[in-house]
């Protein structure tokens, strides 16, 4: 067990820290109100200050900063209802604004709430216009194109307009990351690439100059979907591409959030499955993969089990999987469905479950075709972002969603140095919380979290591919033969609720099985991670959660959605890590995090050691409580996603907000500066304190 010490905190009160509104809440709240909140919920270590607020019911997404200090970002599905050309989704930036990366934020002025229908309506920036550079679905590469939409082989645009099925998020409706790959020494030229989170999923590279008075353009005319390029389509493609980050290389590297990997429920484990002698109330998403109507499960089950039915995780993320099939050439079926939920099934072009939910590392980026590589050997995840660590071997990512890990990955040697990166070997690691006992049921904003690694497993790159291929080539119609007895050409309902309960009982057979899964822990635990049998070495890499979870790692984070670091970081440099909600599995009586629940999320900050590990995690933005009021949700950060560290150490943190108790609905971008945190050197030279901050 490692000892915990509780950091002590800042003097300044925590309605410095957070804005002007907060101020006088702390003694205008009763003593119950008190006591039904968690302590400290908001507070910062360091300045927090509002720079935007977002189109009504869109996120802030895919924050990025040009070399000049200009900021931009997504407007991801916005409400239809806002004036145009708000109510599009788009990428844009703060026309006539550049951070003075100087370190401090005296370089804006806060931003106000949105108050009115106008400014809930619109983009606001604290200085600076909010200028599109492009917008979901304009004509791009001489009008073959739509920007964000994928297509079939033949050029057909996939959407709900011209196929029958599911679709993840309306069509070019999700942009999400950006980043820009300069191509001359003045970063004035370049390419901007930029994630579409859907499936099929897809990335843009749009050519950006900048013009003499500081204006940015974008050339539509020779702008491309990654997407509909055979080296992606000889990928299998991509699906719900969310966060991403900038190489050490000068790439740009996607994260796959494919929800629907999620094996087990919630706190569940395959062993539970196995000795349960049944998956009822414990299976999830991905045993579901190749269901004819996929995410159609969680209905069917409520339909087979009625009051005893229970919450398929990740169900609703198994939409767009009949698009992808289409994207991959399969021939359209008939997907109109009668009242017992069948459609008819796709028997070519199947997606491999195995083949999604990576990191893709947008290389050759200038080439006319750029080569997209999946690294398979970083592990199979609801990823929402990568972080590469200037080693050029160490990965942190961290996986979006409900009872999730934030992994390690270390490579052998330097990433670029492999001549071919299907060559590239390493290991794969998982977090393991090991001062559990001190952290239980405190505040957030008291504990830090100590963590060791757990290494799953080793392999190339070209091994993993190898394991994946293995899965080709199953379709809907093996789900149905699998694992039902009746003729599924003979009576297709009856076919699918067999298959249904069979896989249920037992798990999907076209697929790693539960006990492989379990066979894999007992040797690992028996041998450790790099002496069980050949055949099952590929378990960490292909069920990375499920195998995680089987030997007690800390898989308990709940909606994990940022991780940077600053392009130059090293050794004794910062790293965060923002968990948008920390509640459930974060925050019950059980695992190895039991602490205070924030509904708000909380941004922790780690140091990078000499080896580029990380292994104290501490809490230095708490956002605010369910129960708190506008007085003080106002002006706290709700629900983090994105979150981008400037070269100046001041850190972009983006919202994908619920309300609470707020007076606006809209989701803003803070910036976020440690400097100003009393215990830490700042520029200006030691500015210690070992006072404690103020309780909210």
């Given at each position: 067990?490692?000892?915990?010490?509780?950091?002590?905190?800042?003097?300044?009160s925590?309605?410095?820290?957070?804005?002007?509104?907060?101020?006088?809440?702390?003694?205008?709240?009763?003593?119950a109100?008190?006591?039904?909140?968690?302590?400290?919920?908001?507070?910062?270590?360091?300045?927090?200050?509002?720079?935007?607020?977002?189109?009504?019911?869109?996120?802030?997404?895919?924050?990025?900063?040009?070399?000049?200090?200009?900021?931009?970002?997504?407007?991801?599905?916005?409400?239809?209802?806002?004036?145009?050309?708000?109510?599009?989704?788009?990428?844009?930036?703060?026309?006539?604004?550049?951070?003075?990366?100087?370190?401090?934020?005296?370089?804006?002025?806060?931003?106000?709430?949105?108050?009115?229908?106008?400014?809930?309506?619109?983009?606001?920036?604290?200085?600076?216009?909010?200028?599109?550079?492009?917008?979901?679905?304009?004509?791009?590469?001489?009008?073959?194109?739509?920007l964000?939409?994928?297509?079939?082989?033949?050029?057909?645009?996939?959407?709900?307009?011209?196929?029958?099925?599911?679709q993840?998020?309306?069509?070019?409706y999700n942009?999400?990351?950006?980043?820009?790959?300069?191509?001359?020494?003045?970063?004035?030229?370049?390419?901007l690439f930029?994630?579409?989170?859907?499936?099929?999923?897809?990335?843009?590279?749009?050519?950006?100059?900048?013009?003499?008075?500081?204006?940015w353009?974008?050339?539509?005319?020779?702008?491309?979907?990654?997407?509909?390029?055979?080296?992606?389509?000889?990928?299998?493609?991509?699906r719900?591409?969310?966060?991403?980050?900038?190489?050490?290389?000068?790439?740009?590297?996607?994260?796959?959030?494919?929800?629907?990997?999620?094996?087990?429920?919630?706190?569940?484990?395959?062993?539970?499955?196995?000795?349960?002698?049944?998956g009822?109330?414990?299976?999830?998403?991905?045993?579901f993969?190749?269901r004819?109507?996929?995410?159609g499960?969680?209905?069917?089950?409520?339909q087979?089990?009625?009051?005893?039915?229970?919450?398929?995780?990740?169900?609703?993320?198994?939409?767009?999987?009949?698009?992808?099939?289409?994207?991959?050439?399969?021939?359209?079926?008939?997907?109109?469905?009668?009242?017992?939920?069948?459609?008819?099934?796709?028997s070519?072009?199947?997606?491999?479950?195995?083949?999604?939910g990576?990191?893709?590392?947008?290389?050759?980026?200038?080439?006319?075709?750029?080569?997209?590589?999946?690294?398979?050997?970083?592990?199979?995840?609801?990823?929402?972002?990568?972080d590469?660590?200037?080693?050029?071997?160490?990965?942190?990512?961290?996986?979006?969603?409900?009872?999730?890990?934030?992994?390690?990955?270390?490579?052998?040697?330097?990433?670029?140095?492999?001549?071919?990166p299907?060559?590239?070997?390493?290991?794969?690691?998982?977090?393991k919380?090991?001062?559990?006992?001190?952290?239980?049921?405190?505040?957030?904003?008291?504990?830090?979290?100590?963590?060791?690694?757990?290494?799953?497993?080793?392999?190339?790159?070209?091994?993993?591919?190898?394991?994946?291929?293995?899965?080709?080539?199953?379709?809907?119609?093996?789900?149905?033969?699998?694992?039902?007895?009746?003729?599924?050409?003979?009576?297709?309902?009856?076919?699918?609720?067999?298959?249904?309960?069979?896989v249920?009982?037992?798990?999907?057979?076209?697929?790693?099985?539960?006990?492989?899964?379990v066979?894999?822990?007992?040797q690992?635990?028996?041998?450790?991670?790099?002496?069980?049998?050949?055949?099952?070495?590929?378990?960490?890499?292909?069920?990375?959660?499920?195998?995680?979870?089987?030997?007690?790692?800390?898989?308990?984070?709940?909606?994990?959605?940022?991780?940077?670091?600053?392009?130059?970081?090293?050794?004794?440099?910062?790293?965060?890590?923002?968990?948008?909600?920390?509640?459930?599995?974060?925050?019950?009586?059980?695992?190895?995090?039991?602490?205070?629940?924030?509904?708000?999320?909380v941004?922790?900050?780690?140091?990078?050691?000499?080896d580029?590990?990380?292994?104290?995690?501490?809490?230095?933005?708490?956002?605010?409580d369910?129960?708190?009021?506008?007085?003080?949700?106002?002006?706290?950060?709700?629900?983090?996603?994105?979150?981008?560290?400037?070269?100046?150490?001041?850190?972009?943190?983006?919202?994908?907000?619920?309300?609470?108790?707020?007076?606006?609905s809209?989701?803003?971008?803070?910036?976020?500066?440690?400097?100003?945190?009393?215990g830490?050197?700042?520029?200006?030279?030691?500015?210690?304190?070992?006072e404690?901050?103020?309780?909210?």
């Amino acid at each position: 067990m490692v000892e915990f010490t509780r950091r002590k905190l800042m003097s300044t009160s925590v309605a410095a820290a957070l804005g002007a509104s907060v101020s006088g809440v702390a003694s205008t709240q009763s003593s119950a109100d008190k006591d039904k909140n968690t302590p400290r919920a908001p507070s910062v270590k360091g300045e927090l200050k509002r720079f935007s607020s977002t189109a009504f019911g869109a996120e802030v997404t895919g924050p990025f900063v040009f070399g000049d200090g200009t900021p931009l970002y997504s407007l991801q599905h916005p409400s239809r209802d806002n004036p145009a050309p708000y109510n599009e989704s788009g990428i844009g930036y703060f026309k006539g604004f550049q951070f003075a990366m100087d370190g401090g934020n005296d370089d804006f002025t806060e931003l106000s709430t949105p108050q009115t229908n106008e400014e809930k309506g619109t983009v606001r920036g604290a200085n600076g216009d909010y200028e599109f550079l492009a917008q979901g679905g304009d004509p791009i590469n001489g009008g073959t194109e739509r920007l964000g939409v994928t297509q079939t082989p033949d050029g057909m645009d996939i959407t709900l307009e011209t196929f029958a099925g599911t679709q993840y998020g309306d069509a070019a409706y999700n942009p999400d990351c950006n980043q820009f790959v300069a191509t001359n020494d003045e970063g004035t030229e370049g390419y901007l690439f930029t994630n579409w989170e859907n499936s099929p999923g897809n990335i843009s590279r749009i050519p950006l100059s900048q013009e003499p008075n500081g204006e940015w353009v974008a050339d539509l005319e020779n702008a491309i979907n990654i997407a509909n390029t055979e080296p992606l389509r000889d990928l299998g493609g991509t699906r719900i591409n969310c966060y991403g980050d900038l190489t050490p290389w000068n790439t740009m590297i996607s994260g796959e959030e494919n929800y629907a990997h999620t094996r087990v429920s919630l706190t569940a484990t395959v062993g539970d499955i196995v000795e349960q002698g049944t998956g009822n109330g414990l299976i999830g998403a991905s045993q579901f993969w190749n269901r004819p109507n996929p995410n159609g499960i969680q209905e069917a089950i409520e339909q087979y089990y009625g009051d005893e039915s229970w919450s398929i995780q990740g169900y609703w993320a198994l939409t767009g999987l009949e698009f992808l099939a289409y994207y991959l050439g399969a021939d359209p079926v008939d997907q109109s469905c009668d009242d017992r939920n069948t459609p008819t099934p796709i028997s070519d072009c199947y997606p491999n479950p195995y083949r999604y939910g990576y990191f893709v590392d947008v290389r050759e980026p200038a080439a006319e075709t750029p080569q997209p590589v999946k690294y398979y050997v970083m592990g199979r995840a609801a990823w929402e972002a990568p972080d590469i660590q200037n080693d050029l071997r160490t990965v942190y990512g961290c996986s979006d969603g409900d009872s999730k890990g934030i992994y390690k990955f270390v490579a052998d040697e330097e990433i670029p140095s492999y001549e071919d990166p299907m060559d590239i070997a390493g290991t794969l690691h998982a977090p393991k919380v090991v001062n559990e006992e001190a952290a239980k049921k405190n505040p957030p904003a008291d504990v830090d979290l100590e963590l060791e690694w757990m290494a799953l497993g080793h392999a190339t790159n070209r091994e993993i591919e190898a394991w994946i291929s293995e899965y080709d080539d199953i379709s809907q119609v093996e789900y149905l033969e699998t694992h039902a007895t009746t003729d599924w050409e003979d009576d297709l309902p009856m076919a699918l609720e067999e298959a249904d309960k069979e896989v249920i009982e037992n798990g999907n057979r076209n697929y790693i099985s539960n006990e492989e899964i379990v066979e894999w822990a007992t040797q690992y635990e028996r041998d450790g991670p790099m002496a069980v049998d050949e055949e099952l070495r590929k378990v960490p890499f292909l069920e990375t959660r499920a195998a995680a979870k089987e030997i007690g790692a800390t898989i308990e984070f709940n909606k994990a959605e940022g991780i940077d670091s600053h392009d130059d970081a090293g050794p004794g440099d910062d790293i965060y890590f923002a968990i948008s909600e920390l509640n459930d599995d974060m925050a019950n009586d059980q695992g190895d995090l039991q602490l205070g629940r924030v509904d708000g999320g909380v941004v922790y900050r780690g140091t990078l050691e000499d080896d580029y590990n990380v292994s104290t995690l501490e809490s230095v933005i708490v956002g605010p409580d369910a129960t708190d009021p506008a007085a003080i949700a106002d002006d706290a950060l709700i629900n983090v996603d994105n979150i981008y560290v400037m070269d100046d150490g001041r850190v972009l943190c983006c919202e994908d907000a619920d309300k609470f108790g707020r007076s606006y609905s809209n989701d803003c971008m803070y910036v976020y500066d440690p400097n100003e945190d009393a215990g830490r050197r700042g520029k200006g030279g030691d500015n210690g304190s070992d006072e404690t901050e103020s309780d909210t």
